[in-house]
């Protein structure tokens, strides 16, 4: 764990408390190029916070955090725009802009993120900018399969398929980091599985590092099993010796702002800890 | 803080031109009509009762002029930011409230945009162009009503009433007429977007937020009329 390694996010001994109780408590982790971390974690656990808190949307009492490498946690706002446009973040509770269009808000990352910006300037074609903008966001839409609601608000979709925007936004800019904050919560197991399926797809399309929270253990499960086959365009079983989704796939489990398991799945299934044992067996693993 | 951060947005971009026409829309021609309908009567419940107290000393003459002072120093500015107060304080804080618990704050600056430049700051220019205007409108329109009293009761003529409602007025009562509007303005845009952006706890928080948005500011406002008046007197009465 030098800092010399190339890292996509690293934590260390950061805590966060909201009125005296821990939202944070000490977490330590780093996730590499092209790995999955799974989080794990009851209702209010810090599951949301520690997203946040990677991003700098939320600053952490103590601790340090570095995003590809550099260190966010005294950044200005202004200077984490930038860090941010190389983030793509499905929020719990959506995040869609109500006043936009589906459109627009899939465009919204493509057309105000200032690193965009400053290169649309230096691109005097600004024409042919706005026609790549345009198809960027009917391939984002067409990849979730939405490409019929390009002119619906938000609030004329159903919840599985605003979470479906969700992702196609968060991809939209190809992030080299992209965070799902509870994605499948509060959907049937069927789009709960779709849901899953387009995390999977874009991770193993694009080789993206993935950190995916969630309450669902089968959420993970699938993670850590399953891959995108982009000659079939299915998701199969993972198998034979090339496959490392197995290893590259980690889980981390938080109670109560602690981080109280880092490991792959085996690792999680033989785990000892009673919280551990008790989450796993109410998810039904 | 959030008053110095959306003040210095003012004058650096980027900036929202869009955004403050459609917020100048929503709390300007949105509140005109009752703005100008509670400017009428206060116009008109002033005359009336001016005019029996005026009548009883001869000196009715004089409605003009008091219906004119009241209503350009105090009451024009006063009841016209409590209305605003009570629909826009409110509109702002529950939308913000709604985009704070539904995470499209946090999405904004995820997404490299500035939600205090991009919802805070075009607010506050909209609410500070259009609140001085509706107080215009107000004024005008309850001094109408007095005219309306006054005619009707106290038979008095048309360039009798508007000649001594009109010479009355000294410059600095219009200058304290104007800047009450504008300060009660930066209240209103600030206490609702304060109370908005920080809203918690979901769909009851955004209640709480817009209740309290609405009751700190009117409580601002009465509060520094009287402080703004004070100081006025202090400086230009004395
Ligand atoms: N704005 C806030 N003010 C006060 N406390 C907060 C705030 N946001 C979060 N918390 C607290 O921080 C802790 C962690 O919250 P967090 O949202 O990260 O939980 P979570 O694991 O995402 O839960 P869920 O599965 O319900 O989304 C909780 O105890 C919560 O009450
Ligand atoms: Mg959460």
Known sequence: ?285 | MLGIRAFRNIFRGPHYPDDIFIQMDVIGVGSLFIVSLIGLFSGIVMALQMARALTQYGAQGQVGQIVSITLVRELGPVLTAVLVAGRNASGIASELGSMKVTEQIDAMRALGTDPIQKLVTPRLIALATVLPLLTIISDFIGLTGGYFIASTMLGLTFSEYWTSAWQILEYNDLAQGLLKPLVFAIIIALVGCFYGMRTTGGTQGVGRSTTRAVVTSSVWIFVLTAFITYVWNRIFVT
């Open chain 1, 1 to 285: 764990m030098t800092p010399g390694d190339s890292t996509i996010l690293r934590f260390e001994d950061v805590s966060l408390h909201f009125d005296g109780t821990a939202a944070l408590d000490h977490v330590s982790f780093q996730v590499s190029p092209g790995q999955t971390y799974v989080v794990l974690g009851a209702a209010g656990s810090g599951k949301t916070m520690l997203l946040k808190v990677a991003v700098g949307l939320v600053r952490p009492d103590s601790g340090r955090v570095w995003l590809f490498d550099q260190e966010i946690t005294r950044l200005r706002e202004q200077d984490l725009f930038d860090m941010r446009a190389r983030v793509g973040i499905l929020f719990q509770e959506g995040g869609l802009f109500d006043s936009l269009t589906v459109a627009e808000n899939v465009a919204y990352p493509l057309t105000n993120q200032r690193v965009l910006q400053h290169a649309a300037a230096a691109n005097s074609n600004g024409n042919g900018a706005a026609r790549t903008v345009e198809e960027r966001v009917r391939e984002s839409l067409r990849f979730v399969e939405l490409e019929q609601t390009l002119d619906k608000f938000p609030n004329e979709l159903s919840g599985g398929m605003r979470r479906r925007v969700g992702i196609a936004r968060a991809v939209v800019a190809e992030p080299a980091l992209l965070l799902y904050d509870s994605p499948t919560a509060g959907l049937d197991p069927i789009t709960a599985n779709t849901i899953v399926a387009l995390i999977l797809k874009e991770r193993d399309l694009r080789n993206t590092a993935t950190i995916m929270v969630t309450h669902r253990y089968q959420d993970g499960h699938l993670m850590a099993n399953f891959r995108y086959n982009p000659n079939s365009g299915q998701i199969e079983r993972a198998g034979g010796g090339r496959d490392l989704s197995q290893v590259s796939t980690k889980f981390l489990v938080m109670n109560e702002g602690r981080l109280v398991f880092e490991g792959t799945e085996p690792e999680l299934q033989g785990s000892q800890d009673s919280y551990v044992r008790k989450f796993l067996r109410a998810g039904g693993a």
